[in-house]
């Protein structure tokens, strides 16, 4: 069974920056997918930004520019860099992680103020 535990959430106001780490309890190597999801009210959850296992990335449309997934395999952590950041931008966020199950974080909420 693998942990993921979410940090760096928080309340920032609109064009500020915040960065997201999601620390797993095993060797990040495992996995060919590690993505950011995230759920606004009322919406359903969609991938922000995901990287695989040869560490090309991939970035929904509204973010693109503004956010950055990066990963740490020595310190098993996959980190999401949101730069420019709107009020649109406010939801929970999810760390995933695929492999031969998939592995999901706890959530941290992003709030971002106008």
């Known amino acids: 069974q693998v942990q993921l535990v979410e940090s760096g959430g928080g309340l920032v106001q609109a064009g500020g920056s915040l960065r997201l780490s999601c620390a797993a309890s095993?060797?990040?190597?495992?996995?060919?997918?590690m993505g950011w999801y995230r759920q606004a009210p009322g919406k359903q959850r969609e991938l922000v930004a995901s990287i695989n296992s040869g560490g090309s990335t991939n970035y929904a449309d509204p973010v693109k520019g503004r956010f950055t997934i990066s990963r740490d395999n020595a310190k098993n952590t996959v980190y999401l860099q949101m730069n420019s950041l709107k009020p649109e931008d406010t939801a929970v966020y999810y760390c995933?992680?695929?492999?031969?199950?998939?592995?999901w974080g706890q959530g941290t909420q992003v709030t971002v103020s106008s």
């Open positions: 995933c992680m695929k492999g031969i199950r998939d592995y």
């Open positions: 095993a060797s990040i190597l495992i996995f060919y997918h």
